[in-house]
């Protein structure tokens, strides 16, 4: 069953049940159907229909902030931000697609041959809560400007979103059959997997989920695209003002309500500075983040997205102070709702299991570390590798950090974030692939060698 349960209010609001056997059967046939019209189609109109789209979702900006504010608990001027970047990850794939998407000429020893790029068919799209329609767009943007079609499942608890943004995309010219939108369950992927009409799938999400999928993926040699968890460290070595460091990573750990992949979620911070930086982000993540109602723009921290979330947040970080950790401010569940204090954790070691799990809420772990050799292996101690940041005054030290850390992406002075023309992915347990930029159009892609004489 797909319901929509008002997370700051825990009320049930709308139920959507799970499409059968048959519906799901019949929707893969639609998208198989569709493809060869599809792919025939010049990569020109695919990238006009993209950019409908985006003046679409920018024209529907407030009713989708609403419907993910009313999903899972988004912060209303957080979620019209995320179609900003649903606008842009559209424009981007509509204006470079052509160019991405051209033929490469190779020289051979004793001749010439081309690489054309083209779709390969069907894909599957299993997409999270966190972000409804960010997490689609990067996913589906490029996938139809290169000309494959797409089956899309949405998150258990985002109907509305699904609903929406299928809509979004008829209208702007996508065919009915390029894009179908299925409320299939958990227990029906692997049969979609093991249909031989779908080529492809691409996952965001947990850890777990991640596993399942691409067992059934290889099992049936499907091409497969994993973003999935992470513990971002964020480094910082040293600062010329400390307040504005504190507020600024602060909030990026705290953005989302901290249900972000890549949110810096490991402060490792140089000795000298450490215990200043503790005082200060515990003072501001206790009197500025402020629980309160997701659809008013002053609040500062909405309600995680269900109270199994909250829970489970919640129940992470008294295990972490039972064994040992010391807890600056928060971690208490507020009801009604799925709220959780804003919560700092110090005194975290190997031993704990809040040391490698990922939080997914807001909650900030803060380490000390001896020196920067120290601090790089603390950000390495972790089986993920999605994202880092490094934060100093020194460019030449940053990027020298930068490129010793193991992550899919650093960035510097800045934390997070996603831009459309910047390729997202990590290493390790955080997943397989990359998407957004040119790398995003590619993994779907057929590089097909023609040789020409």
């Given at each position: 069953m797909y319901s929509v349960t008002d997370p700051a209010r825990g009320v049930l609001v709308e139920e959507v049940a799970n499409s059968t056997e048959e519906e799901v059967r019949a929707a893969i046939g639609r998208v198989h159907a569709a493809y060869?019209?599809?792919?025939?189609?010049?990569?020109?109109?695919?990238?006009?229909?993209?950019?409908?789209?985006?003046?679409?979702?920018?024209?529907?900006?407030?009713?989708?902030?609403?419907?993910?504010?009313?999903?899972?608990?988004?912060?209303?001027?957080?979620?019209?931000?995320?179609?900003?970047?649903?606008?842009?990850?559209?424009?981007?794939?509509?204006?470079?697609?052509?160019?991405?998407?051209?033929?490469?000429?190779?020289?051979?020893?004793?001749?010439?041959?081309?690489?054309?790029?083209g779709p390969i068919g069907a894909l599957l799209g299993i997409m999270p809560w966190n972000f409804p329609?960010?997490?689609?767009?990067?996913?589906?943007?490029?996938?139809?400007?290169?000309?494959?079609?797409?089956?899309?499942?949405?998150?258990?608890?985002?109907p509305r979103s699904a609903r929406a943004i299928e809509e979004?995309?008829?209208?702007?010219?996508?065919?009915?059959?390029?894009?179908v939108n299925t409320y299939a369950s958990s227990r029906q992927i692997p049969a979609i997997l093991a249909d031989p009409r779908i080529a492809g799938v691409s996952l965001t999400g947990s850890e777990q989920a991640g596993i399942a999928v691409a067992a059934e993926a290889g099992k049936n040699l499907k091409k497969t695209v994993l973003e999935l968890g992470g513990s971002d460290p964020l480094i910082i070595l040293d600062t010329d003002d400390l307040d504005e460091t504190v507020n600024?990573?602060?909030?990026?750990?705290?953005?989302?309500?901290?249900?972000?992949?890549?949110?810096?979620?490991?402060?490792?911070?140089?000795?000298?500075?450490?215990?200043?930086?503790v005082d200060r982000l515990t003072k501001r993540v206790a009197e500025y983040y402020v629980p309160g109602d997701p659809a008013d723009p002053a609040t500062k921290l909405p309600p995680l997205a269900s109270a199994a979330a909250a829970d489970e947040v919640a129940a992470q970080v008294a295990k972490a102070v039972e064994q040992g950790a010391t807890l600056r401010t928060g971690g208490r569940r507020i009801t009604p709702g799925a709220y959780l204090e804003a919560t700092v954790l110090t005194d975290v070691t190997p031993e704990m299991d809040a040391y490698y799990e990922e939080i997914f809420g807001p909650v900030v772990i803060v380490f000390e570390a001896a020196d920067e050799d120290d601090a790089v292996?603390?950000?390495?101690?972790?089986?993920?590798?999605?994202?880092?940041?490094v934060w100093g005054t020194d460019p030449d030290r940053n990027r020298r950090v930068a490129d010793r850390i193991d992550a899919g992406m650093v960035y510097l002075n800045r934390a997070g974030g996603s831009q459309a023309d910047l390729p997202f992915g990590g290493i390790k347990r955080s997943g397989l692939g990359r998407e957004l930029g040119p790398a995003g159009i590619e993994e779907f892609m057929n590089k097909k060698s023609i040789r020409l004489g």
């Open positions: 060869p019209d599809w792919r025939r189609r010049t990569v020109g109109e695919r990238a006009a229909i993209a950019a409908r789209a985006a003046d679409l979702f920018a024209e529907r900006a407030d009713e989708l902030a609403a419907i993910m504010t009313l999903e899972m608990g988004k912060r209303v001027n957080e979620g019209r931000g995320e179609v900003g970047i649903v606008v842009d990850i559209f424009r981007y794939y509509a204006e470079h697609g052509p160019a991405l998407l051209a033929d490469e000429p190779i020289d051979l020893k004793d001749g010439k041959a081309v690489i054309t790029k329609c960010y997490q689609v767009a990067r996913f589906v943007a490029p996938n139809l400007v290169l000309g494959n079609t797409i089956l899309l499942k949405h998150a258990s608890i985002c979004i995309l008829h209208a702007a010219g996508v065919p009915d059959d390029v894009y600024a990573t602060a909030t990026a750990r705290m953005r989302n309500c901290g249900q972000s992949c890549n949110a810096p979620k490991r402060m490792i911070v140089l000795a000298g500075l450490y215990d200043e930086y292996r603390l950000a390495n101690d972790t089986p993920f590798g999605l994202g880092a940041s």
